[in-house]
């Protein structure tokens, strides 16, 4: 089982900058994919950044390319978001998911990100 806890989320102004992270625990070892969704209201979840567990090959979608960088720490079981040049299309709950090559996928709780005058 893997628990994951989002954090880091906030009100930040246009072209501000947030650092969400989130914390993993658990049976780590068969996570293949991190990855970092979004939902906005009135809008479907959708895939932000995503990272491979054991070779780091990152993919962004291209609204928050050149702006976010998804990393992770795998000795403290860590994935982040930098999120730079915040617009207020961004705003969103942002939500951690873990993904195993068998299909079983963990999602955390969300963080909120305002980003608003």
């Known amino acids: 089982q893997v628990q994951l806890v989002e954090s880091g989320g906030g009100l930040v102004q246009p072209g501000g900058s947030l650092r969400l992270s989130c914390a993993a625990s658990?049976?780590?070892?068969?996570?293949?994919?991190m990855r970092w969704y979004r939902q906005a209201p009135g809008k479907q979840r959708e895939l932000v950044a995503a990272?491979?567990?054991?070779?780091?090959?990152?993919n962004y979608a291209d609204s928050v390319k050149g702006r976010f960088t998804i990393s992770r720490d795998n000795a403290k079981n860590m994935l982040y978001l930098q999120m730079n040049s915040l617009k207020p299309e961004d705003t969103a709950v942002y939500y951690c998911?873990?993904?195993?090559?068998?299909?079983?996928?963990?999602w955390g709780q969300g963080t909120l990100v305002t980003v608003s005058s």
């Open positions: 998911n873990f993904f195993r090559n068998s299909g079983m996928e963990y």
């Open positions: 990272i491979t567990r054991i070779i780091g090959t990152t």
């Open positions: 658990g049976s780590i070892f068969s996570i293949n994919a």
